[in-house]
Structure formats: structure tokens, C-alpha cells
Nanobody
Framework: QVQLVESGGGLVQAGGSLRLSCAAS????????MTWFRQAPGKERELAAT???????YYADSVEGRFTISRDNAKNFLYLQMNGLNAEDTGLYYC????????????WGQGTQVTVSS
């Protein structure tokens, strides 16, 4: 079992930055694929960035070059550094974990709200 708790969301002006954190419980955090999803109002949830247990990263085109995903396996933390924020980045941001052998994300946090004012 893994429990995930996000923090770091808030209100920021366009062009600003935020750093999201996701604290994970459990001994097996380092083995999981970790992903930040986001859901804008009235839209479906989408993958923003993902990182493998070995540190390989993938970004959605919409955040490539502006967001950086990282993890600290010693501390059981996942991060998302977000720079150059714009109104389209507004939404609820979730961290999620899955076993690398599965496609389904078994563990989800409650989400943290990011609001970008233009």
C-alpha cells in the first residue's frame, strides 16, 4: 500500500512558478512509476509528467520545457517544478503511482489546486 499526499498548490500570476510536492508512505516508493496528472475545470484528466524508478522522464507537449518532474527515493518524495505558468495550467494536480509492470495507477493522492491568474 502507498499513500500519497500532495502539497504546494496555490494562486500564482501568469509567468510565475510553483513547486508541487507529493509525500509517499510505504517502503516500495522507489520501485513505482510516479506521475503527475492534472484536471482543468470541465476537461478530462491528463498526464502532465511521469518519472520511472530509474529517473527516466516523460512530459506532455503542453508542459515540455516548462515543468520538471523529479523524485527523492530516500525521502519518499515526488516533485513537480512548474515555471512559466499560464492560465491553461490551472487545475487540480494529482500524483499517482503504479507498478512498472502494470498500466493502471493503483494509488492516487487527493490533489492540490493550482490557479494561474492572467
Amino acid at each position: 500500500q502507498v499513500q500519497l499526499v500532495e502539497s504546494g498548490g496555490g494562486l500564482v500570476q501568469a509567468g510565475g512558478s510553483l513547486r508541487l510536492s507529493c509525500a509517499a508512505s510505504g517502503r516500495t516508493f522507489s520501485t513505482y512509476v510516479m506521475t503527475w496528472f492534472r484536471q482543468a475545470p470541465g476537461k478530462e484528466r491528463e498526464l502532465a509528467a511521469t518519472i520511472s524508478s530509474g529517473g527516466t522522464t516523460y512530459y506532455a507537449d503542453s508542459v515540455e520545457g516548462r515543468f520538471t518532474i523529479s523524485r527523492d527515493n530516500a525521502k519518499n518524495f515526488l516533485y513537480l517544478q512548474m515555471n512559466g505558468l499560464n492560465a491553461e495550467d490551472t487545475g487540480l494536480y494529482y500524483c499517482a503511482a503504479r507498478d512498472p509492470g502494470r498500466r493502471i495507477y493503483d494509488y492516487w493522492g487527493q490533489g492540490t489546486q493550482v490557479t494561474v491568474s492572467s
